[in-house]
Each structure stands twice: as C-alpha cells, then as structure tokens.
C-alpha cells in the first residue's frame, strides 16, 4: 500500500495544479481596480481599406471598457475583454491542464477552461501562461458569433500589474463583425469565394499607461 500512495500522490497533486495556477491569475487581475491607457490600433483585414486610429481606453474592474477615438476603431470583442471576462468569473469554468508549450522561446503551461454554460456564446478559451511571472502570453477564444480568435500578448513596463505593452489578434474574416460605418466599402470590394477564408489581423501598441489613479 505504501508504494501505492507513493505512486498516486503526484497525479493527485498535478490534477490541482490548473485550478491553483487559473487561481493565481485571478488574484492577480483583482489588483487592477482601473487603468486609463493610450492604444495605437492598426488593423489589417482583408476587403477592407482602414488608417490606423489612436484611441484612450478606460477599463473598470471587473470587465467594464469605455475607448474614445477620432476614427473608427475595429477590436474583436471576442479577444480584447474576454481574458477580464474570464478572470472575474473564476466559478464559471472548468479548468484543465493541457500541456506545456514553447511560446517565444518562453515554456508555457497550457489552460483549457470549459464553460459550465453549454448554451452560452463562448464555446472554449485556452491560455499559454508564463508561470513564472504569471503572464498570459496567447489565448485562444472559441465562440459561437465570432468564430476562433487568436491573441499574443507582450509585455514591457507594466507586467507586474499584467497589462500589456503590445497585443496582436488572429481571427476569422468569415465570422467577424465588422462597425456598421464600414460596411459600403465592404459592399463594394471583391468577396472572397474559396471556402479557405483569409485571416484578419489587428495589432495594438499601449503607452502611457495609468493604473489604480
């Protein structure tokens, strides 16, 4: 029996390791109560003509977002608040730990959090963490009105509050909404035919952050 218990206690104590590492980044998202920040959106979208856009972005805690800019600005909802979405309702999901990966020459563990809502728009979210300085370096969101959306995050000044410095998303063209206030140029570009949809992509560089103020 003892060598038994010798062999099992380590399974035991790997199966607590993604609930207790999801955990510590829940509390380290409590530490931003707000923050105001500048944002630099450059988006590149297939079939759609659109100049990069400065924007002040406001967040409260736990998951409200105010952004004020001059142009249009195009953000994947599904990306940009869903980390502060999933971070404030830790009950919500189930946590599993799917591996380690290499994300920049960085080793990642891997989190899959499965909603308890099966009838819900989010269908699944995985995050690579950098555990040792307990940093989301990429997600990847499932959900049903926006397709997959793929995100990387950098991190410069602030990650120690873990705000990004930089933040670069992957999504689906197919399934993306696009702002009402583009879509008659959208109507008059050529529409893509093949079943192989191209990828949008939409960078943004933050500066001048204020936390807590």
């Known amino acids: 029996m003892k060598y038994l218990l010798l062999i099992l206690l380590p399974f035991l ?24 920040v500048v944002a630099q959106i450059k988006p590149n979208i297939p ?15 736990p998951n409200t977002y105010k952004i004020q800019s001059a142009g249009i600005s195009i953000l994947p909802k599904n990306g940009f608040s869903e980390l502060p979405q999933l971070f404030s309702k830790p009950n919500q999901f189930t946590v599993i730990g799917s591996g380690q990966e290499s994300v920049n020459g960085v080793n990642t563990t891997v989190l899959t959090l499965l909603p308890l809502d099966n009838e819900g728009d989010l269908v699944l979210a995985k995050i690579w963490v950098d555990t040792a ?7 990847l969101i499932t959900s049903r009105t926006n397709g997959s959306i793929t ?30 206030g583009l879509a008659t140029d959208i109507n008059r570009t050529t529409k893509v035919t093949d079943d192989k949809q191209p990828k949008g992509k939409i960078e943004i560089v933050f500066s001048k952050y204020k936390v807590n103020e």
């Open 151 to 180: 995100s990387s995050f950098q991190y410069d000044t602030e990650k120690s509050w873990g705000l990004p410095s930089q933040m670069t998303f992957l999504m689906d063209v197919k399934k993306f909404k696009i702002p009402k």
């Open 133 to 139: 300085n307990l940093l989301v370096l990429k997600s």
């Open 47 to 61: 079939m759609i003509r659109i100049l990069p856009v400065k924007a002040k972005i406001q967040f409260q805690y």
């Open 13 to 36: 104590a790997g199966a607590q390791q993604p609930e207790a590492l999801f955990g510590q980044l829940v509390q380290k998202f409590k530490k931003v109560n707000h923050y105001e």
